[in-house]
């Protein structure tokens, strides 16, 4: 029990590392070794995996991409009072850049070392019907798996776009809450701390060829915090989620005086999400309201409706089908967002998902595909991955597959179109 102690208390001193990531130079004069231990306890547990990732470019001259070593690590540790500590320490080195093997000019910022403290929470019961949870966390909203609509509260990375689902890429947040239980229902009351924000590609990468802006985010003051509330039930056949929060949005604007991109973008959300059980298929529906937004060179904050529908069917042996459809409108559209410092934004925007899972010799291998379009008519681009999962044994499994970016009508994906990548991944739990 004493490791999983320790690797809690060295979790929480790398907090302030946590957001960066270490500079490049600390990896250079030496090989750290990394010895991790499943060691279990009445009172704690640590385990995790540790991960072998490797990218080959196909269609430009980038060729071997990416060759990281990558570590995740969960603690959790129950004290005498029934509360309980857990944490989430994630980690990577990616050879690629110091190697020799890259066709890469630079080094972009935070890609060759990263540490991420992506949870560390303390959460108990105050009496039979009232529960805390307090600390950087992760915090689901809606049921969309594909589409994030409702699923406002955490950001994501999102630096290489496509290649991992969405449920992996959220990043944690500093926030309290409380969850409130009676009859079939919960209310949750949070108040978010820590004004975080999507990763999104830097100058150097495959995704961006343009010199990062310097930014301008808000504190994370107690004049800066965020409020979000939940009301959600689970009844006989369906679920029903009422959502609301007022905080920054994750969406940034430029200050074009400054030259800066700016994240003092806030909004209050409404939201509403449903699922239903009818035979095979499961219905899913969504729906979001922004009242107001801001875009760069546009005077008045706009008003946005997120709606999504979606429809899986489970009927199939070992497998589903599913199709996801979201649809984003802005209101009193002002011709000026529709230009590149806003992402080429269309009054409206439609994003279709197709989803396809299959599973082989006794669950062992798993076969995913998956399509992501943009467009009414899935004209704008978009990307399309094909991914297989075999468990070798109960502790190593190796996984590979191929992603195809779309070129499309949309200026803001179609210079993805290049990327094509091949992407295999070996890892072992422990």
């Given amino acids: 029990m004493k490791r999983a102690v320790a690797s809690i208390v060295v ?8 957001e960066e990531g270490f500079d490049d130079d600390s990896f250079d004069d030496e090989i750290i070794e990394v010895v991790a231990e499943h060691a279990t306890t009445a009172k704690g547990t640590l385990y995790g995996s540790m991960d072998f990732e490797s990218h ?15 570590v995740d690590v969960i603690g959790e540790y129950r004290l005498d009072n029934g509360h309980k500590i857990k944490g989430n320490l994630k980690g990577y080195h990616d050879f690629i850049y110091a190697s020799g093997m890259s066709n890469y000019s630079n080094t972009p910022d935070g890609y060759e070392n990263e540490i991420n403290l992506n949870e560390l929470t303390v959460e108990g019961s105050i009496n039979s019907r009232l529960d805390f949870k307090v600390g950087r966390q992760i915090v689901v909203w809606g049921k969309s798996d594909s589409i994030r609509v409702t699923d406002v509260l955490n950001p994501i990375d999102n630096r290489v776009p496509g290649v991992v689902d969405i449920k992996n890429l959220r990043l944690g947040r500093v926030m309290s809450k409380l969850d409130y239980y009676f009859d079939e229902l919960n209310l949750s009351f949070i108040a978010l701390h820590e004004n975080r924000f999507t990763k999104t590609a830097s100058y150097g990468s ?33 679920d029903l989620g009422l959502y609301f929060a007022d905080t920054y949005i994750d969406k940034s604007y430029l200050d074009v005086a400054s030259g800066t991109l700016q994240f003092d973008n806030k909004s209050k959300m409404f939201g509403v999400a449903y699922n239903q059980v009818v035979d095979s298929y ?11 937004i801001k875009y760069t060179n546009v005077t008045d904050t706009k008003p946005r409706t997120d709606v999504l529908i979606g429809l899986e069917y489970s009927g199939i042996s070992d497998g589903s089908l599913s199709y996801e459809l979201a649809y984003r409108a802005i209101d009193n559209y002002d011709s000026n967002i529709y230009a590149k ?38 004209q704008d681009g978009g990307s399309a991955r094909v991914s297989l999962d075999y468990a070798i044994d109960d502790q190593v499994s190796i996984s590979g597959g191929l992603i195809d970016y779309l070129g499309g009508d949309s200026p803001a994906l179609d210079t993805n179109k290049d990327n094509d990548r091949i992407f295999m991944k070996v890892s072992t739990i422990f």
């Fill in 11 to 18: 979790a929480i001193s790398l907090t302030a590392s946590a």
């Fill in 56 to 70: 080959y470019n196909i269609n430009n001259d980038k060729d071997l991409s990416s060759l990281k070593a990558l």
């Fill in 206 to 238: 495959d995704f961006k060829t343009t010199v990062d802006k310097a930014t301008n985010k808000p504190d994370d003051s107690l004049a800066n915090t965020g409020v979000a509330l939940s009301l959600t039930g689970a009844f006989e056949g369906y």
């Fill in 282 to 292: 499961l219905l899913k529906a969504e729906m979001a309201y922004f009242d107001q």
């Fill in 341 to 378: 410092n806003n992402g080429w934004k269309k009054q409206e925007e439609y994003q279709q998902v197709v989803r396809f899972t299959q599973s082989y010799l006794n669950q062992t291998l798993d076969l995913l595909a998956t399509l992501s379009a943009f467009g009414k008519d899935a």
